[in-house]
């Protein structure tokens, strides 16, 4: 060591005895100082309190005026300033994803936002959603509860995969349910609306990014919830039974919902109309009148709403029906019991081996484990279950209601035809790209399951089955469903949730929240500023148990020299799991590595490996041998060879489940084989016989 420029130990006690007394947190131990600091470097944007009413207090004999909080809201145009200050954030807006004709891969390839004429005018224009929700917040050390409503903002602009982080999700109000319900969105949404309309309007808004002046424009594309909460934020009715036309995109009455199941055959609202029923019923609720003709039931609605007053927003078409809500926990669940009623009334089988079954199926799909069916369920079509458990639920009953011996199912062909029909539908309504052809694909699809479903099960439809026939248009004017439906917004919840059971506070909970969630917000985007962490928005991927070895001494050498393409005696790292891209993948894990003739190319995971970043699988080839049509799955058989394969070149990043046991199968979520069949010659569904033209599996 060189002397003169190593320290000595004398010298680092030195410095060390500069700071004694001092305290690393000095000027930030509570958390009003702590604030402060944050807010001096320009990070936390403070939430605001939302007065609605005077009352009177007794304070010191005497009697005041004091206003009371109904919620908090957070100032919307600073936080999205703050927001596009996240280089990774900007580089998204900077460099939008490449669109393609006829084609509908995310949400700013609909026509909501392409034909808008603030985007044809500015084509760098931010695409804005929002979300309204109740949650119930709980202490479960003191059995306190309080019901929250939650309104969100997202950017549209952002990645799929940013996009689909909590990070993304940002505050606009946390307000008292009740007082929501009585005064209305406006006094907490008004922020939010008065920002929105300065960014939509031709000025646009001026935010410093980096240092520097820009301007940008933004439109509100639409704004997501599960019925009740849209048909409240669109001024409509919020149940189906009081209106005549319960539905926010048609005017379909209660008689005509279920009389067809094809969009055109009904007459569609839109906002030169709606705008002359509103004012309609804005002049009935004047007049004081109570006899009569009742527009506000005649409509469906209630009252003008703030929706209304931003620019460009369109509150017929701008309220999509979610696909979690209206099918998954809908019509879905509505179909599973339906079917699980007719499987008891043969008798062929009951519920507690039903139930085995779906347990034992199930802990291939991971952890999502639905909980166990009741005849009680069955009975009031209420199955019990989260989104997630429904859909492992719904893709393990199939193989639950097979027989081994038999190899036949414990109900009858028609029903089961059905149940695969709504599973197809499903998977082809939660992909993530669409083209035209899919979207009259749906429609048709769409009209023949339901119109089975009737059929099968008299007075068993929902309003929910009427709300699915507006999907596909949907998708034309926002994209794929999947990329506006609620489970990240709900997933945000999570978080509020954690919040008063470590606080245990319900004084002014509002404020707690929202001021608790910008200072992690806020926090976050300052640490990640200033270099002490990963840029805010990325997704931290995780390595499980990693080991250096070099390649010659890999049993895999030759297979990893042609896939990271590198020679010599390269040092590597084998791992136990990765977690990349919010899925999990570990031995015996199996991957899709693309599609040929919309036919999976699979794989089971045998090890894994890393080199400079890059992450590769060794897999074992798996052979599709056919598609068993009563399963909904692909049978599979073991090849001998292995092969070798980058992440970066797999194109299907979602949890595959193999089931084993009986045959050895895959389940493909989000993609629908036979759904793609539809029109051609290989498969066509006969409307006489009610079940799908074809073999009981389709040879590949």
């Known amino acids: 060591m060189d002397p003169n420029t190593t320290l000595s130990i004398n010298e680092v006690i030195a410095v060390i005895d500069k700071f004694s007394g001092t305290s690393l947190f000095q ?173 939509s309007s031709e000025e646009g808004v001026e935010f410093t990014i980096s240092g520097k002046k820009r301007t940008f424009h933004a439109v509100l594309v639409h704004h997501a919830g599960d019925n009740p909460a849209s048909a409240a934020c669109g001024g409509f009715k919020e149940s189906a039974a009081f209106a005549k036309c319960p539905c926010r995109q048609c005017f379909a009455t209660q008689t005509e919902l279920f009389t067809s199941f094809v969009e055109k055959d009904f007459t569609l609202r839109s906002k030169e109309l709606h705008e002359a029923q509103v004012a309609e019923v804005e002049k009935y609720g004047q007049s004081g009148s109570t006899g009569g003709f009742n527009p506000s039931v005649e409509y469906g609605i209630n009252k003008r709403s703030f929706l209304m007053t931003i620019n460009y927003f369109d509150a017929t078409k701008c309220l999509p029906q979610d696909l979690m809500h209206d099918v998954i926990l809908g019509t879905l669940k509505q179909e599973i019991a339906c079917l699980l009623g007719h499987v008891l009334l043969k008798n062929q089988t009951n519920l507690k081996k039903i139930n085995e079954k779906v347990e034992s199926v199930a802990k291939y799909f991971g952890v999502n484990k639905p909980p166990p069916i009741t005849r009680d369920h069955i009975d009031q079509r209420s199955i019990k279950g989260s989104a997630a458990e429904t859909l492992v639920l719904a893709h393990s009953l199939p193989f639950a209601l097979l027989d081994p011996a038999s190899g036949k199912s414990a109900c009858d062909s028609k029903n089961l035809n059905c149940y695969i029909l709504r599973l197809n539908l499903l998977d082809l309504q939660m992909s993530e790209e669409f083209s035209l052809d899919d979207v009259q694909r749906l429609r048709k699809i769409i009209a023949l399951h339901h119109l089975h479903f009737q059929r099968l099960y008299p007075n068993s439809l929902i309003p929910k089955h009427h709300y699915e026939i507006h999907i596909p248009t949907q998708i034309l004017l926002f994209g794929p469903p999947r990329f506006y439906w609620c489970f990240r917004f709900e997933a945000k919840h999570a978080y509020f949730k954690r919040i008063p059971r470590m606080s245990h506070n319900f004084i002014n909970i509002y404020f707690t929240l929202s001021q608790r969630h910008q200072e992690k917000q806020c926090g976050l985007m300052m640490l990640s500023a200033s270099g002490y962490t990963k840029p805010y928005m990325r997704k931290s991927d995780r390595f499980g148990s990693p080991m250096d070895l070099h390649l010659n001494t890999c049993v895999h050498n030759l297979l990893l020299e042609s896939c990271f393409k590198i020679t010599g005696n390269k040092s590597l790292q084998r791992y136990n799991f990765v977690h990349i891209k919010s899925v999990h993948y570990s031995k015996g894990s199996t991957v899709i590595l693309g599609f040929e003739r919309n036919v999976p190319i699979c794989g089971e995971i045998v090890d894994i490996y890393g080199l400079n970043g890059k992450v590769a699988f060794i897999y074992q080839k798996l052979i599709p041998e056919k598609y068993v049509v009563e399963l909904n799955a692909f049978k599979v058989r073991y090849s001998d060879s292995t092969a070798a394969v980058l992440f970066s070149n797999i194109l299907y990043h979602h949890h595959v489940p193999f089931i084993r046991g009986g045959g050895n199968y895959i389940l493909v979520p989000c993609r629908s084989y036979l759904a793609h069949k539809v029109g051609l010659h290989k498969l066509s569904w006969n409307e006489k016989l009610c079940c799908w033209v074809t073999d009981t599996s389709i040879s590949i």
């Open 27 to 199: 000027g930030v131990q509570t958390s009003q100082q702590l604030s402060a600091f944050v807010e001096h470097q320009w990070y936390l944007v403070r939430p605001e309190p939302v007065l609605f009413e005077n009352v009177d207090v007794l304070v010191g004999g005497t009697v005041k005026k004091v206003q009371v909080e109904g919620g908090y809201y957070v100032p919307f145009l600073p936080m999205l300033e703050l927001l596009l200050n996240c280089p990774e954030v900007l580089h998204c807006v900077d460099n939008p994803e490449p669109t393609e004709k006829g084609k509908f891969r995310g949400p700013m390839d609909g026509h909501s936002f392409r034909q808008n004429p603030l985007v044809k005018k500015f084509p760098d224009t931010l695409g804005i959603c929002s979300y309204d929700d109740d949650a119930n917040c709980t202490d479960t050390a003191s059995s306190k509860n309080k019901s929250v409503k939650f309104l969100y903002w997202s950017l549209l602009n952002l990645s799929a995969e940013l996009r689909s982080s909590g990070r993304g999700v940002h505050l606009i109000a946390s307000a008292d349910p009740a007082v929501v319900k009585s005064k209305g969105h406006d006094m907490f949404m008004k922020d939010f609306q008065d920002g929105m309309n300065k960014l």
